[in-house]
């Protein structure tokens, strides 16, 4: 399986990354970058380091500088291309990190002139690296190290000053990811009454897999909040995804978005189209303007600097701030614009109550291969075209990202991953049969734009 993907690069360590392939990674890298300047971070992952020299020998050989912040959350790397240091903006980063993947994997991903570099452009990065003969070598290692962690908390510390020494008691979940390298200081330095789970960054990931869109993953952090705390929240191995949980509710990126909005004045907001129909239709009775488009924290990233948006989602726990911040994936970030919807007295719960019922299933997936992923989606659209007649009757079809089949009292979603060998199904309506009768009729669809391959 190709180590380049959709979003970003990423493969098991040795085996997919060594070297070799990292070095000419950062060479041929560095020919994509106009400047001199490229800050490079690295998640907990015990051969992070490791790849983080192998690195820099390619961007190095490539005529590139790095500055060199060393331990990070994902964020604190998006973070650094905003800033200053001492009169240098670096025009690219690169997050060494394996996010959710178990702890062999690893990866990279990559940020050029604070735009996401992805699809085709890594596509044809790989080919690059993959036609070179040589390993190339850098004379000298040029590398500056800079405070990039120190930076990102007195930034945020300083931007929710009014939250400090708030009353609610907080419970939280690094997952033994990078998150606990920023939290303990920021929630310290505010004041927060918190208790942390798994907050020392551990690559082997000791306690559980730190993707915490999985309920399995939530187990303890639901327990400590059970024991008289507030809120809870869980962070995923590189802090870029957030879960949010309350005694009554786990919620999910979809709905966070709408609590979110009630604080800002008619934002325009992106979400994918995994995303509940309740999310659009409530945003737009408020007068907000709510635009679906693909999965991915890239593509999402692209859709709202495009639109001018001022919030993005993804129902895993992406959330995305150009409100108030700079339009990347930070959870971090969202637990504190979360507490201050607390703080100013939204009841989290009491606003999700009032919203319209749904049954919605969690993402489904469906087992295939890279080679046909994309075939049977093509074909999926074909039959549509001339449904049976048993099949619900369709209100319209968005294809923006796969296929989201409106029905009459709700819709059907099946999408291929772009990283994974799966197709992606998700199903909503006002009632479970409702949903469980689009769930069979797709499932068909599929079974039956398979056996014609």
């Known amino acids: 399986m190709s180590i380049y993907r959709e979003y970003d690069i990423r493969g098991i360590y040795e085996k997919e990354l060594n070297e070799t392939s990292v070095t000419r ?5 560095a020919s994509k970058i106009k400047g001199d300047y490229v800050a490079v971070g690295y998640d907990a992952r015990s051969h992070s380091p490791i790849l983080f020299e192998y690195l820099v020998a390619g961007l190095n050989a490539g005529g590139k500088k790095v500055l060199g912040m060393g331990l990070v959350p994902t964020p604190v790397n998006y973070f650094t291309n905003y800033q200053d240091w001492d009169g240098i903006t670096p025009d690219a980063s690169v997050m060494i990190t394996g996010s959710h993947n178990p702890s062999e994997y690893n990866g990279f ?4 002139d604070k735009a996401p570099f992805f699809s085709e452009d890594i596509y044809a990065l790989g080919r690059e690296c993959e036609a070179m003969d040589n390993i190339p070598h850098a004379k000298t290692r040029d590398v500056t190290e800079i405070d990039a962690v120190t930076r990102y908390v007195d930034f945020l510390v300083n931007e929710f000053q009014h939250l400090k020494a708030m009353p609610t008691k907080i419970a939280y979940d690094c997952g033994n990811g990078v998150a606990g390298v920023v939290t303990e200081d920021i929630f310290k330095a505010l ?5 942390g789970l798994y907050v020392d960054p ?4 000791p306690n559980h897999h730190p993707d915490p869109s999985e309920e399995h993953n939530l187990k303890d952090v639901k327990e400590l909040l059970a024991k008289r705390n507030d809120i809870a929240f869980a962070y995923d191995g590189d802090a870029d995804r ?20 009630m604080k800002m004045n ?13 999310m659009y239709d409530e945003l737009e009775k408020r007068g907000c303007r709510a635009i679906m488009y693909k999965t991915g924290h890239s593509n999402l990233k692209v859709k709202m600097k495009e639109t001018n948006a001022d919030l993005a989602c993804e129902v895993s726990g992406h959330v995305f701030f150009k409100n108030r911040y700079f339009g990347y994936d930070d959870a971090i970030y969202a637990t504190l614009r979360m507490l201050e919807l607390v703080h100013d007295g939204i009841d989290l719960d009491e606003e999700l109550a009032k919203l319209p019922q749904v049954f919605s299933t969690e993402e489904i997936k469906v087992k295939t291969t890279e080679d046909e992923k ?3 989606i093509d074909k999926v659209k074909e039959l549509l075209q001339n449904p049976k007649p048993e099949f619900p009757t369709i209100k319209d079809i968005i294809d923006v990202d796969g296929v989201r089949i409106n029905f009459e009292n709700g819709w059907g979603l099946v999408r291929a991953s772009n990283t994974t060998p ?18 069979k009729a797709i499932n068909n669809l599929i079974i039956e734009a398979q056996s014609s391959l």
């Open 191 to 195: 004041e927060l009454k918190t208790i």
């Open 422 to 439: 799966v197709l992606v199904t998700r199903f909503e309506s006002t009632s479970q049969e409702n949903a469980l009768a689009y769930e």
């Open 242 to 261: 957030i879960a949010v949980l309350t005694q009554k509710n786990n919620i999910k990126g979809d709905m966070m978005a709408l609590l979110y909005s």
């Open 202 to 205: 551990d690559g082997t990931f």
């Open 25 to 29: 990674i950062g060479f041929v890298l």
């Open 374 to 376: 994309f075939k049977i």
């Open 266 to 278: 008619k934002p325009t907001v992106v979400g994918e189209v995994k995303c509940s129909q309740v």
């Open 109 to 112: 991903k990559i940020t050029v």
